[in-house]
């Protein structure tokens, strides 16, 4: 825990289960050298899923000689959390609910939403925007987009239609467009500038993912929040656009959540699972469901005091996001080095 990012440059695609199982073994054994329960702790990411948990978790488990929870994002029945594949795409949603009310736009209900990506993160936030009444208008990979047509939103059967293509790892160019009309697959797109009239961005597939002239059409789209669900899903060229807008708009701002706040909720449902693994407790869904809500409501809070509290706000703007978030994370530490002793070094 603590936001350290690392992996491996093999290539799942293509793969047979035997050759990812052997590959996950043979990556623990170097790994195992340099976590543990309390020292660092990994959870998946982009190309790591249940399985690859599992099978890294199983070899953990036989060279130590014990089981502790030194992985995050495991199986229910061996010590995972409920929420947990969910928890990134839903803590996005739940984080830009509370976007939505302080700027006084009201609920995700009857609001057009484009996201982008189709794996784990852009999945759940979608599938938690149609149960909150908000119709979604995109989803999309590495080789194009599927957008909404006609106005009309992509169902829950859709997108889980779509997610057994990616359990597969499959492109969402395989989906079946002429079984599903009011959809379109565009090739080599983002969906930011195909969707027409949109009133919350979600970019949910990988980093640089909205340019700032993509972050210009969606303001000219008419977007009200814009939060990333993936890491570093804006260029920084898009921040300052988002930024800019959110100066001169006031309430009717381009506001724009960066991921380090909006898209905490898979991370935040992992430190549960380890507080579950620790009491040798199983929660149940709502239980770490409410948890997660809390924390993401915490978060906002704090980002949005944060910036009030260090930055003079013009013209009534909207507070930023960005440097709330961003001197929140910077005081903690410094706090805690001080109060440790560590500012002498």
């Given at each position: 825990m603590g936001g350290g990012k690392g992996g491996a440059d093999f290539d799942p695609k293509g793969k047979s289960d035997g050759e990812i199982r052997r590959f996950c073994q043979a990556f623990m054994r170097e790994l195992q050298k340099h976590i543990g329960k309390d020292t660092d702790v990994p959870a998946g990411d982009i190309g790591v899923s249940g399985r690859e948990i599992g099978y890294m978790f199983g070899a953990y488990r036989q060279m130590r000689a014990r089981w502790e929870g030194v992985l995050t994002g495991k199986g229910p029945s061996w010590g995972g959390s409920f929420i947990r594949p969910e928890a990134t795409g839903y803590g996005t949603v739940y984080y830009?609910?509370?976007?939505l009310k302080h700027a006084g736009h009201g609920s995700f209900?009857?609001?057009?939403?484009?996201?982008?990506?189709?794996?784990?993160?852009?999945?759940?936030?979608?599938?938690?925007?149609?149960?909150?009444?908000?119709?979604?208008?995109?989803?999309?990979?590495?080789?194009g987009a599927i957008i909404s047509k006609d106005g009309s939103s992509i169902t829950a059967e859709q997108v889980h239609a779509i997610a057994g293509l990616k359990v597969k790892r499959r492109a969402l160019a395989e989906f079946d467009i002429s079984s599903n009309t009011g959809l379109e697959y565009v090739k080599g797109a983002r969906p930011w500038t195909l969707v027409g009239k949109v009133d919350i961005a979600l970019p949910c597939a990988t980093q640089n993912e909205v340019s700032g002239d993509e972050a210009k059409a969606l303001c000219e789209a008419g977007v009200v929040a814009v939060a990333e669900g993936s890491n570093m899903g804006c260029t920084l060229e898009a921040i300052e656009v988002f930024e800019e807008h959110r100066r001169k708009h006031n309430e009717k701002a381009a506001w724009y959540a960066p991921g380090k706040a909006a898209n905490c909720g898979g991370v935040a449902v992992s430190g549960l699972e380890m507080a579950q693994n620790s009491q040798r407790l199983t929660w149940t869904a709502k239980e770490v469901d409410d948890k997660l809500?809390?924390?993401?409501?915490?978060?906002f809070t704090e980002g949005l005091e944060t910036a009030k509290a260090y930055i003079t706000p013009v013209n009534g703007e909207l507070p930023s996001l960005v440097a709330g978030s961003n001197i929140a994370g910077f005081v903690k530490v410094v706090r805690a080095m001080h109060e440790q002793g560590d500012w002498w070094s």
């Amino acid at each position: 825990m603590g936001g350290g990012k690392g992996g491996a440059d093999f290539d799942p695609k293509g793969k047979s289960d035997g050759e990812i199982r052997r590959f996950c073994q043979a990556f623990m054994r170097e790994l195992q050298k340099h976590i543990g329960k309390d020292t660092d702790v990994p959870a998946g990411d982009i190309g790591v899923s249940g399985r690859e948990i599992g099978y890294m978790f199983g070899a953990y488990r036989q060279m130590r000689a014990r089981w502790e929870g030194v992985l995050t994002g495991k199986g229910p029945s061996w010590g995972g959390s409920f929420i947990r594949p969910e928890a990134t795409g839903y803590g996005t949603v739940y984080y830009v609910e509370h976007m939505l009310k302080h700027a006084g736009h009201g609920s995700f209900e009857g609001k057009r939403v484009a996201i982008s990506g189709s794996g784990n993160v852009a999945q759940y936030a979608a599938l938690k925007a149609l149960e909150l009444g908000a119709t979604v208008l995109s989803l999309s990979d590495s080789q194009g987009a599927i957008i909404s047509k006609d106005g009309s939103s992509i169902t829950a059967e859709q997108v889980h239609a779509i997610a057994g293509l990616k359990v597969k790892r499959r492109a969402l160019a395989e989906f079946d467009i002429s079984s599903n009309t009011g959809l379109e697959y565009v090739k080599g797109a983002r969906p930011w500038t195909l969707v027409g009239k949109v009133d919350i961005a979600l970019p949910c597939a990988t980093q640089n993912e909205v340019s700032g002239d993509e972050a210009k059409a969606l303001c000219e789209a008419g977007v009200v929040a814009v939060a990333e669900g993936s890491n570093m899903g804006c260029t920084l060229e898009a921040i300052e656009v988002f930024e800019e807008h959110r100066r001169k708009h006031n309430e009717k701002a381009a506001w724009y959540a960066p991921g380090k706040a909006a898209n905490c909720g898979g991370v935040a449902v992992s430190g549960l699972e380890m507080a579950q693994n620790s009491q040798r407790l199983t929660w149940t869904a709502k239980e770490v469901d409410d948890k997660l809500k809390d924390i993401m409501k915490n978060v906002f809070t704090e980002g949005l005091e944060t910036a009030k509290a260090y930055i003079t706000p013009v013209n009534g703007e909207l507070p930023s996001l960005v440097a709330g978030s961003n001197i929140a994370g910077f005081v903690k530490v410094v706090r805690a080095m001080h109060e440790q002793g560590d500012w002498w070094s």
